[in-house]
T-cell receptor
Framework: NAGVTQTPKFQVLKTGQSMTLQCAQDMNHEYMSWYRQDPGMGLRLIHYSVGAGITDQGEVPNGYNVSRSTTEDFPLRLLSAAPSQTSVYFC?????????????FGQGTRLTVV | SQQGEEDPQALSIQEGENATMNCSYKTSINNLQWYRQNSGRGLVHLILIRSNEREKHSGRLRVTLDTSKKSSSLLITASRAADTASYFCATGGYNQGGKLIFGQGTELSVKP
């Protein structure tokens, strides 16, 4: 099984450009999330989804949009890239469960905005 | 703001020694998880401990949880060079839709 697949692995954008980071999972997980990782900051939650058609904001949602039209896919859109969005982005998925379940992470997208 | 704070931020030990990392958090939790991240890679789940559990083992890993002190510790026994990585704690809340709040991580270096 592929697990969680993120594309692209690397991307360089110019300030003001837009782009979509792709995330797909083949485990039929209800929950999906996007995080960004900056040096010394750990991971911060951008947006998350509890199922198709349902999304919500995390800790740092500004400048990002998401949608969840299928269970498998959860793309992250940067509307107008800024240098402050230079980061490593991780997508994660997990089963639903009242007592919590482990998250499976993709390998990340390293984004540089110049 | 991030939920967890980890201590120490960096730890360097010799192969065969034990490594202990600590995590503190701020709000009530449903579960606490530990993840490992090798340089430049995604995170890998190590262990999950629920709020009604006090200790859990998995191979060379031992995790404790003290909800009264809002803290957890991860012990890696008989460490190996391959354990060199960053370790993160993450907390999950009740009915939080899989959301995890991460600490800043501990960078572990195990020297052969």
């Amino acid at each position: 099984n592929a697990g969680v697949t993120q594309t692209p692995k690397f991307q360089v954008l110019k300030t003001g450009q837009s782009m979509t980071l792709q995330c797909a999972q083949d485990m039929n997980h209800e929950y999906m999330s996007w995080y960004r990782q900056d040096p010394g900051m750990g991971l911060r939650l951008i947006h998350y989804s509890v199922g198709a058609g349902i999304t919500d904001q995390g800790e740092v949602p500004n400048g990002y949009n998401v949608s969840r039209s299928t269970t498998e896919d959860f793309p992250l859109r940067l509307l107008s890239a800024a240098p402050s969005q230079t980061s490593v982005y991780f997508c994660a998925s997990s089963y639903s469960g009242a007592r919590g379940t482990e998250a499976f992470f993709g390998q990340g997208t390293r984004l540089t905005v110049v | 703001s991030q939920q967890g704070e980890e201590d120490p931020q960096a730890l360097s030990i010799q192969e065969g020694e034990n490594a202990t990392m600590n995590c503190s958090y701020k709000t009530s939790i449903n579960n606490l998880q530990w993840y490992r991240q090798n340089s430049g890679r995604g995170l890998v789940h190590l262990i999950l401990i629920r709020s009604n559990e006090r200790e859990k083992h998995s191979g060379r890993l031992r995790v404790t949880l003290d909800t009264s002190k809002k803290s957890s510790s991860l012990l890696i026994t008989a460490s190996r060079a391959a354990d060199t990585a960053s370790y993160f704690c993450a907390t999950g809340g009740y009915n939080q839709g899989g959301k995890l709040i991460f600490g800043q991580g501990t960078e572990l270096s195990v020297k052969p």
